[in-house]
């Protein structure tokens, strides 16, 4: 998604802004831009479709120099990806622009603009912002009181940066609804969407707050409120290792991430001995909040919010609370009724998904006991504005599709059912039984993943496929759900999920010998309805591909294609069958040709609603 970074120094800092724009491309985006302002206060502007690499290439074959500059890696929202649409705009060779975020009233502000005779270039809706900026400064106000006036009149969400060539040695910024930092250096500063963009230069940040404006440059940093009033934020140091994007040997991050689950899954359950009782890691206080739950609402998108559908089955069955999972785009508009001392739950790999921040915003006033969030970035805006944290511990994932987080959230959530649990209907077996399965998943995992050649095999069956069907019961449902997204994520194979009992009530009439159906068959108490779902499959010359342990009785046959999965204990099956189709979408993608760890159209971490 968008990225943004700025910088004011004395040094030349276009290799520090293209430094962090390659460290933010993991994110997903369609072109990539840079303003820089020289030595005699000129602009100078590189900006085009495609990667940071073709920027790096305009920038060797015409160097543009400056000590103070913006730069932007853009995901197209309002207008196609070209390079007029690109980031940074101009407005009146004066001024340079970037922007993250959607500005909701930007037709109405580009016609009031239009009749004060601005030309506009491009299509998308931060032009208005550029020009409104410009028509500020032009009618006397200084760069601060411009943005000032700038940001409030639009609506919707922003991060901006912005450089003047009449303050060659300032950058002014805004943020609303989407993310911004400031990087403190020793005489120069920096702002960036994201802290990771700026760990080249400095580990000390100021996260700033909605609403808020900062003006820096090389010897100051000043922030101001939404009302205007100067105000001193937090300062954070951050001094824990930056994690290198490193292939380790991998053709890609997505196979890479997939085969770092043991360890990823063992250090978010290790959270568990590094504290006196399993509450504790959700944060202070988390004892007292639990205490009071009656029920949870689940928040989350993508990939996420199958890791709620998961927790649903676990919350409910085994520890005995009602539980609601939505999508947050849903969630956030919807009119609710809430029981009370519910907890609101969000789960969010970035911690910065806008809709599910924005749920977590809208939350009323008294409507939840509290806001837990289950994130695998500290420091992210969820994070920050939550009341309990559990992080994962999955370590950085770059493939846009997501492996590692899922399954590490998965962990979180069986732990936070066994802390509820114990506190509700959950007999002291059932808490045994977790912990010891949680103790041997990595194992279980590790198994998996020895998979990979027969897992490799089956996949050859799907490349000429355009269609597939996933289907599994009870709490496999949402993990077919799961292995549907990442094959149509990355082999853009259309797939979908039913729940296999539904299949008669509609997807079995697309069933033919063109289409193959997945099914999560894990030896279970729904195992011989599911058997008598996927017969309605083969009757009709349907393909199986069926993800099974050796209880379950399947057999490879004409039309049947079994993958023997390892027994584990019943409720970690979910993780576990989650890899092997992991391991499905993945091969299928890499026999297809398509980029695996960067889909078309998808990005990272969704900070745009
Ligand atoms: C994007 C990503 C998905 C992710 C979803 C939610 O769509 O491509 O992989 O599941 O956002 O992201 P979050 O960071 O909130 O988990």
Redesign the pocket.
């Known amino acids: ?1 968008c990225g943004i970074v700025a910088a004011a120094a004395r040094r030349e800092v276009s290799e520090i802004l293209l430094e962090g724009l390659r460290r933010l491309e993991y994110r ?1 985006y369609d072109s990539a831009g840079m303003a820089l302002i020289d030595n005699e206060h000129n602009l100078q502007l590189h900006k085009q479709q495609g990667k940071v690499c073709e920027l790096e290439k305009a920038q060797k074959l015409h160097p543009h120099l400056g000590c103070t500059g913006i730069a932007h890696t853009r995901w197209a929202t309002h207008g196609e990806p070209s390079g007029v649409n690109a980031h940074p705009h101009i407005s009146g060779q004066r001024i340079a622009l970037v922007h993250n975020g959607i500005i909701e009233n930007h037709a109405i502000l580009r016609k009031e603009l239009c009749a004060a005779g601005y030309e506009f270039s491009s299509a998308t809706d931060t032009e208005v912002i550029v020009h409104m900026l410009h028509q500020y400064l032009e009618s006397g106000r200084s760069l601060l009181a411009a943005m000032q006036e700038t940001v409030d009149r639009l609506e919707g969400a922003y991060a901006v940066a912005a450089v003047d060539v009449v303050h060659p040695d300032q950058v002014v910024a805004a943020r609303k609804g989407s993310p911004l930092v400031v990087g403190i250096g020793i005489g120069e500063n920096f702002l960036a969407s994201d802290q990771l963009a700026l760990r080249q230069v400095t580990d000390r940040f100021i996260y700033l707050e909605e609403g808020d404006v900062v003006e820096i440059s090389p010897s100051s940093l000043q922030i101001y409120d939404a009302s205007g009033a100067p105000v001193e934020r937090k300062r954070s140091l951050i001094s824990e290792a930056v994690e290198v994007a490193d292939l380790g040997g991998f053709d890609h991050y997505m196979l890479k991430e997939i085969h770092e689950q043991p360890r990823a899954l063992a250090a978010t359950f290790a959270q568990a001995a590094d504290h006196p009782v399993i509450d504790d890691c959700f944060g202070a206080g988390a004892a007292e909040v639990f205490d009071k739950v009656k029920g949870v609402q689940i928040v ?7 890791a709620g559908m998961v927790a649903r089955y676990w919350l409910e069955e085994l520890a005995g609370i009602p539980c609601q999972v939505e999508v ?1 785009s849903e969630f956030r508009y919807r009119k609710r009724v809430t029981h009370a001392n519910t907890l609101l739950v ?8 806008a ?2 921040l924005a749920a977590l915003r809208n939350a009323g006033d008294g409507e939840f006991a509290a806001s837990l969030v289950i ?3 500290a420091n992210s805006s ?1 994070v920050r504005d939550s009341d309990l944290v559990f992080l994962t511990r999955a370590g950085m994932e770059i493939g ?3 492996t590692k ?2 399954t590490t ?1 998965l962990v979180a959530l069986l732990m936070l059912t066994y802390a509820l649990g114990r506190r509700a209907s959950m007999t002291e077996k059932k808490q045994q039984e977790i912990i010891a399965a949680l103790k041997d998943l990595p194992d279980y995992v590790q198994q998996t993943l020895e998979l990979n050649d027969e897992i490799e095999q089956l996949s050859e069956s799907f490349i000429p496929k355009h269609h597939a069907l996933f289907l599994g019961r009870g709490i496999q449902y949402p993990i077919a759900m799961e292995g549907a ?1 990442k094959l149509k ?1 990355i082999s853009y194979i259309h797939a979908e999920a039913y729940p296999a009992g539904e299949l008669k009530h509609g997807p079995l009439a697309l069933v033919d010998d063109d289409m193959p159906v997945v099914a999560v068959a894990p030896s279970d108490d729904l195992l011989e309805k599911l058997k008598s779902n996927l017969e309605e499959v083969r009757s009709r010359g349907g393909e199986l591909f069926v993800f099974a342990d050796s209880k379950a009785g399947f057999s490879s046959e004409a039309r049947v294609k079994v993958l023997d999965m390892p027994h584990c204990p019943e409720v970690i099956k979910p993780i576990v069958y989650t890899v092997a189709l992991q391991l499905l979408s993945y091969h299928v993608a890499l026999q297809k040709g398509t980029d695996v760890d960067k ?1 078309r159209n ?5 900070t745009v609603e």
């Open positions: 998604m997903g989350a998108c993508g990939t996420s919010f199958h947050a969000t789960i969010s790999q970035s911690g910065e998904t809709d599910s994130s695998n970035v969820l846009v599709a997501s987080a899922f959230q997204l994520e889909p998808l990005a990272k971490s969704v």
